[in-house]
């Protein structure tokens, strides 16, 4: 994937205008080597220059690190109350006058919701700070190449590493005091468990589906083939005067194969934005630690759709044709309910994200040479 499709898939919408436009400079090295390379300047069309270029630079990393400085400190701010709650919430619990238990869990639970959210913020902001630099190490890079110069090595040592966006060490720091606090004071040292309410998955590995998700998804694409063969026999062989109950069957079943429709295309488009490398996770405000990937959006559409309510064969003339009673076993019901279960997170993907870390699903894989 190239680095403009990598940085556009990974970005935090509405941090945007604050990352490198890594776009627009690129086009401004192109036409300054179309225009000044080697001299020529024969065409007589006033252009970029060197300078132009650098000034572009400059304006967007000193941008960055007002930007970066600014949710620093909100960060900053935000783990001072964290802190302040977690304190009296323990006071609290080792007080002799102790609130009921259930009031205790509920405050426990709000507490590692509210870290959870926090360090998501955390691993926004530290992920902007690894695209940026990546990006002007890139830019810069392909300036000197061009150009053949090395006048963007130079501003990259001199400027970039420099910047207070990459150097200061303050987020990493909260990202350790997030953790300590979670795994020592409110899961009593289960580092496995306080990481894993932590943690933000990448994009890469949400978009993979399991051999479990797939054989399940194809066992009951099966039954839904199948309960459409039997729609269609059924059909078929009704008498031609039974229109009355061709339509209660018709209405009966349109609800469902509505649902089974959506799902068949909310799951294509997650295909094609994860090959495309579009992150719908973070465009539509889905919570990135739960939410499903397109093999289970599949799953679950299938899975509904192979448990519709399938009519009889026909029955004698006296009867009227094929019964439009079609409501299946319980079976049927249990198991649909049993799939949906299953993909309970589908519940949680909608959540919309507080607006201090609204939006993003965090990846740190490599990045594109």
């Not at 507490?111 to 690894?130: I, P, R, T, V």
């Not at 054989?215 to 078929?236: D, E, N, Q, R």
Request: charged fraction near 20%; charge should be positive.
């Amino acid at each position: 994937m190239r680095f403009t499709q990598h940085l556009g898939s990974h970005l935090t919408p509405e941090w945007k205008k604050y990352y490198v436009h890594y776009e627009e400079l690129k086009e401004m090295i192109y036409e300054l080597v179309r225009l000044h390379s080697l001299g020529d300047e024969k065409t007589g069309r006033a252009g970029p220059t060197e300078e132009d270029f650098f000034e572009n630079v400059s304006r967007q990393l000193q941008d960055m690190n007002v930007f970066f400085k600014g949710r620093e400190q909100q960060l900053l701010g935000q783990l001072y109350n964290l802190e302040k709650d977690v304190e009296t919430f323990l006071k609290l619990k080792n007080s002799p006058k102790r609130p009921s238990e259930r009031k205790l869990r509920s405050t426990e639970s709000s507490l590692k919701m509210a870290y959870s959210e926090f360090y998501l913020g955390l691993s926004l902001l530290q992920n902007f700070q690894l695209l940026n630099y990546t990006g002007f190490r890139k830019i810069l890079k392909k300036f000197d190449k061009l150009a053949h110069s090395e006048r963007g090595k130079s501003f990259f040592i001199g400027q970039v590493t420099t910047a207070e966006f990459y150097t200061s060490p303050k987020v990493q720091e909260m990202i350790d005091k997030a953790e300590s606090t979670m795994i020592q004071k409110l899961e009593s040292g289960n580092r496995h468990k306080a990481m894993k309410t932590l943690r933000v998955p990448p994009l890469e590995a949400k978009g993979q589906a399991s051999h479990w998700d797939t054989f399940k998804t194809g066992l009951y694409f099966g039954i839904f083939l199948l309960s459409l063969v039997v729609l269609i026999i059924a059909a078929a062989l009704r008498p031609s005067n039974s229109w009355k109950d061709n339509t209660a069957l018709v209405s009966g079943m349109r609800g469902i194969l509505i649902l089974v429709w959506w799902f068949f295309g909310f799951a294509i488009n997650t295909y094609i934005w994860r090959r495309k490398g579009v992150n719908n996770v973070l465009i539509f405000e889905f919570d990135p630690r739960h939410n499903l990937n397109y093999i289970q959006l599949f799953e679950v559409g299938v899975a509904a759709g192979g448990h519709t309510p399938q009519p009889s064969l026909p029955h004698p003339p006296h009867t009227g044709g094929i019964s439009p009673g079609c409501v299946g076993s319980h079976w049927r019901v249990l198991a649909c309910v049993l799939v949906l279960a299953e993909h309970s997170s589908l519940c949680g993907s909608s959540c919309i994200l507080p607006s201090h870390c609204r939006g993003g699903t965090v990846t740190f894989a490599r990045l594109p040479s």
